[in-house]
C-alpha cells in the first residue's frame, strides 16, 4: 500500500483542530438540558462524514438522541466494514475536580503522555476515537486507497444504553448489513503494548427505594424506636458482598463460563504493575474477590457496586432528621454465561427477600447489556493484530476489557456480526471522570492504524 503517513504528517495539526472544534460541543446524552447540543453534535458529524467523502449521509431522528448513518460503496464485490461510535458523553461533573473547563479542550503533556494528552470531556471516550475513523477515511479516499466499502453508524445514546440504537438496528437489518464491525471505545495495556480487546463485561443496572415511616421525623424524638431506611440500606448493601468478596444474591454465579488456567495464565503475562495502579489511584491496598488478581478481577469476574446512594439531609450544616426514604443505583458487570435479564430477577428477588418488615423496598431495573467474547481466530482478528503489529512494530496482545459496550451482543445477535474491539485509549485516561485526556500518540496512532486494517481485512478476506 502506499504510504499515508506524509499526508497524516501534513494535515496534523488540521486534523487536532477539528477535533477541539467537536469537543467544545457539550453533548451529555444523560442531561436534557444538552438535548440541544448533542443535537448540533450529531450534525456536526454528519457535515465531516460529508466532507470527507461519504456519499450518503442520513440523520436519523429517534426518540432519543439522532444516529448518524453514512456509506461510501466502492464495490459490490468487496467486503463492507460498518464502522461504529458514538458522540455522546458523560456528564462532566463534579466541575470542580477539573483542572480545566471540559468542553475548552486544552493539550498538556503528562507521565504517560509526554507528547501531550487532549483534556476534555469525549476526547477519549469516544469523540477523539471515533473521529479517528472519519480522518482515517479521508486520508484512504484522498490518496485513492479506500480498499472495500464502508459504512458509518455513529450514535448519540451509547453512554445511556444505546436503546434507540437496538430498534434503529432491528429495522434496518439490510441497510446495515455488512462483514464485521468495527470499534474503537476501549483501551490499549500502555502505548508501547499494544492489545486487542476480546471480551466485554455485560451489564445490569438497577436502582432501589427503601422506604421507612411515612415522612421524615426528628431524629432524637423517634430516633431509636423507629428503623432508618439509611441504615437499613447500608446493612442491606453490605451483605451483598461475603468475606470472600463474593457476591451472595443467590444464583448469581449460575452458568458463569470457566476460564481455563492455560487462559488465566496468559491474561496475567501481561504486563501489570500493581504498586504504579494503586499510586495512580492513591489507595494503599487492593481488594476484590479472593483467588483472583486484579487482571482476572476486571476482565474476567463478575462485581456488584454501588454507584451512588443518598436519602435524608446532605445540605449545609447540620440538620436532625430520620429519613423517611434511602436510593442507591447499582451495578452489576456481568461476565460470559451471565444473562443480564436473570440477573435483574434474581437481584429483585433477593433484594426483597433480604429486606427487614421495617421497611419497603422498591427495585426498578435501568438498561443492561450482555457481556461479549471475540474469538481470536477469525480474519477479522488476524486483520487488526496485522494492522495494530504494523504501527505500532509490536504484536498486540488479546485483553478482556472490564467497561461494556451493549450494542456489540447486539450486533452479534440481530445483524449476525462480529466486532473488532480496537481502541487505542489508557485505562488511566479518566473516562467518566474529571480530567478526561486522550494522548496525541494514541489519536494518531490509531489514524495511522486504521487504513492498514481495512487493506488487511480486505485482503484477507478476498483471499479465502
Ligand atoms: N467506551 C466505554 C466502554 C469501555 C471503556 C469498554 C473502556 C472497555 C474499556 C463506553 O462508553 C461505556 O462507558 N459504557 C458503559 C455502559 C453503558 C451502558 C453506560 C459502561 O461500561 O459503563
Ligand atoms: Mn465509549
Ligand atoms: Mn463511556
Redesign the pocket.
Same mark, same amino acid.
Given at each position: 500500500m502506499k504510504e499515508l503517513k506524509p499526508y497524516l504528517e501534513a494535515n496534523k495539526q488540521r486534523f487536532l483542530d477539528e477535533l477541539l472544534e467537536l469537543l467544545r460541543i457539550p453533548s451529555v446524552s444523560a442531561d436534557p438540558k444538552y438535548a440541544g447540543d448533542v443535537h448540533r453534535m450529531a450534525l456536526a458529524t454528519a457535515e465531516h462524514l460529508r466532507a470527507v467523502g461519504v456519499d450518503t449521509v442520513e440523520i436519523h431522528e429517534t426518540a432519543g438522541h439522532p444516529i448518524v448513518y453514512g456509506e461510501k460503496m466502492v464495490d459490490p464485490k468487496a467486503p463492507t466494514v460498518l464502522v461504529y461510535g458514538?458522540y455522546d458523553v458523560q456528564p462532566a461533573d463534579p466541575l470542580n475536580l477539573w483542572d480545566s473547563p471540559p468542553f475548552e479542550p486544552v493539550v498538556k503533556k503528562t507521565k504517560l503522555h509526554p507528547q501531550g494528552a487532549i483534556f476534555a470531556r469525549g476526547s477519549c =471516550? =469516544?469523540k477523539g476515537q471515533m473521529f479517528m475513523h472519519v480522518k482515517a477515511f479521508e486520508m484512504m479516499v484522498r490518496n485513492r486507497l479506500l480498499p472495500c466499502n464502508v459504512k458509518f453508524m455513529i450514535e448519540g445514546e451509547?453512554?445511556?444504553?444505546s436503546v434507540n440504537l437496538e430498534k434503529f438496528c432491528k429495522e434496518h437489518k439490510k441497510k446495515l448489513s455488512c462483514d464485521v464491525v468495527l470499534i474503537s =471505545?476501549?483501551?490499549v495495556i500502555a502505548n508501547d503494548t499494544p492489545s486487542l480487546?476480546v471480551g &466485554?463485561r455485560g &451489564?445490569c443496572y438497577m436502582e432501589v427505594e427503601v422506604t421507612g415511616p411515612n415522612r421524615d421525623l426528628h431524629s432524637g424524638v423517634y430516633g431509636g424506636a423507629v428503623a432508618n431506611p439509611v441504615n437499613v440500606l447500608c446493612q442491606m448493601i453490605a451483605s451483598l458482598h461475603d468475606p470472600k468478596g463474593r457476591i451472595t444474591v443467590e444464583g448469581f454465579y449460575d452458568g458463569v463460563l470457566k476460564v481455563s488456567a492455560k487462559e488465566r495464565k496468559l491474561m496475567n503475562e501481561a504486563p501489570f504493575n500493581e504498586k504504579e495502579y494503586m499510586k495512580d489511584l492513591q489507595v494503599n491496598e487492593l481488594k476484590g474477590e479472593k483467588g483472583y488478581t486484579t487482571i482476572e478481577r476486571t476482565g474476567i469476574r463478575p462485581t456488584l457496586d454501588v454507584n451512588g446512594i443518598w436519602g435524608g439531609y446532605i445540605g449545609e450544616g447540620a440538620k436532625t432528621v430520620l429519613p423517611s426514604k434511602a436510593f442507591a443505583k447499582i451495578s452489576m458487570r456481568l461476565v460470559p454465561g451471565q444473562d443480564p435479564k436473570k440477573i435483574e430477577k434474581l437481584f429483585q428477588k433477593h433484594f426483597e427477600k433480604i429486606a427487614p418488615k421495617s421497611v419497603k423496598v422498591k427495585v426498578m431495573p435501568h438498561?443492561g447489556?450482555y457481556p461479549v467474547v471475540v474469538p481470536t481466530n477469525s480474519i477479522e482478528y488476524k486483520a487488526s493484530e496485522k494492522a495494530m503489529e504494523k504501527a505500532f512494530g509490536k504484536k498486540p496482545l488479546p485483553q478482556r476489557?472490564?467497561?461494556?459496550?451493549?450494542i456489540v451482543a447486539m450486533f452479534d445477535q440481530v445483524l449476525g456480526v462480529k466486532s473488532v474491539l480496537m481502541?487505542f485509549g489508557l485505562d488511566s485516561d479518566n473516562?467518566?471522570s474529571p480530567n478526561e485526556h486522550y494522548g496525541l500518540f494514541n489519536y494518531y496512532k490509531g489514524i495511522e492504524t486504521i487504513p492498514y486494517f481495512f487493506q488487511y481485512y480486505t485482503e484477507m478476506k478476498k483471499k479465502k
Amino acid at each position: 500500500m502506499k504510504e499515508l503517513k506524509p499526508y497524516l504528517e501534513a494535515n496534523k495539526q488540521r486534523f487536532l483542530d477539528e477535533l477541539l472544534e467537536l469537543l467544545r460541543i457539550p453533548s451529555v446524552s444523560a442531561d436534557p438540558k444538552y438535548a440541544g447540543d448533542v443535537h448540533r453534535m450529531a450534525l456536526a458529524t454528519a457535515e465531516h462524514l460529508r466532507a470527507v467523502g461519504v456519499d450518503t449521509v442520513e440523520i436519523h431522528e429517534t426518540a432519543g438522541h439522532p444516529i448518524v448513518y453514512g456509506e461510501k460503496m466502492v464495490d459490490p464485490k468487496a467486503p463492507t466494514v460498518l464502522v461504529y461510535g458514538h458522540y455522546d458523553v458523560q456528564p462532566a461533573d463534579p466541575l470542580n475536580l477539573w483542572d480545566s473547563p471540559p468542553f475548552e479542550p486544552v493539550v498538556k503533556k503528562t507521565k504517560l503522555h509526554p507528547q501531550g494528552a487532549i483534556f476534555a470531556r469525549g476526547s477519549c =471516550d =469516544d469523540k477523539g476515537q471515533m473521529f479517528m475513523h472519519v480522518k482515517a477515511f479521508e486520508m484512504m479516499v484522498r490518496n485513492r486507497l479506500l480498499p472495500c466499502n464502508v459504512k458509518f453508524m455513529i450514535e448519540g445514546e451509547e453512554e445511556v444504553g444505546s436503546v434507540n440504537l437496538e430498534k434503529f438496528c432491528k429495522e434496518h437489518k439490510k441497510k446495515l448489513s455488512c462483514d464485521v464491525v468495527l470499534i474503537s =471505545d476501549t483501551s490499549v495495556i500502555a502505548n508501547d503494548t499494544p492489545s486487542l480487546t476480546v471480551g &466485554l463485561r455485560g &451489564l445490569c443496572y438497577m436502582e432501589v427505594e427503601v422506604t421507612g415511616p411515612n415522612r421524615d421525623l426528628h431524629s432524637g424524638v423517634y430516633g431509636g424506636a423507629v428503623a432508618n431506611p439509611v441504615n437499613v440500606l447500608c446493612q442491606m448493601i453490605a451483605s451483598l458482598h461475603d468475606p470472600k468478596g463474593r457476591i451472595t444474591v443467590e444464583g448469581f454465579y449460575d452458568g458463569v463460563l470457566k476460564v481455563s488456567a492455560k487462559e488465566r495464565k496468559l491474561m496475567n503475562e501481561a504486563p501489570f504493575n500493581e504498586k504504579e495502579y494503586m499510586k495512580d489511584l492513591q489507595v494503599n491496598e487492593l481488594k476484590g474477590e479472593k483467588g483472583y488478581t486484579t487482571i482476572e478481577r476486571t476482565g474476567i469476574r463478575p462485581t456488584l457496586d454501588v454507584n451512588g446512594i443518598w436519602g435524608g439531609y446532605i445540605g449545609e450544616g447540620a440538620k436532625t432528621v430520620l429519613p423517611s426514604k434511602a436510593f442507591a443505583k447499582i451495578s452489576m458487570r456481568l461476565v460470559p454465561g451471565q444473562d443480564p435479564k436473570k440477573i435483574e430477577k434474581l437481584f429483585q428477588k433477593h433484594f426483597e427477600k433480604i429486606a427487614p418488615k421495617s421497611v419497603k423496598v422498591k427495585v426498578m431495573p435501568h438498561h443492561g447489556g450482555y457481556p461479549v467474547v471475540v474469538p481470536t481466530n477469525s480474519i477479522e482478528y488476524k486483520a487488526s493484530e496485522k494492522a495494530m503489529e504494523k504501527a505500532f512494530g509490536k504484536k498486540p496482545l488479546p485483553q478482556r476489557g472490564g467497561g461494556s459496550i451493549p450494542i456489540v451482543a447486539m450486533f452479534d445477535q440481530v445483524l449476525g456480526v462480529k466486532s473488532v474491539l480496537m481502541g487505542f485509549g489508557l485505562d488511566s485516561d479518566n473516562i467518566h471522570s474529571p480530567n478526561e485526556h486522550y494522548g496525541l500518540f494514541n489519536y494518531y496512532k490509531g489514524i495511522e492504524t486504521i487504513p492498514y486494517f481495512f487493506q488487511y481485512y480486505t485482503e484477507m478476506k478476498k483471499k479465502k
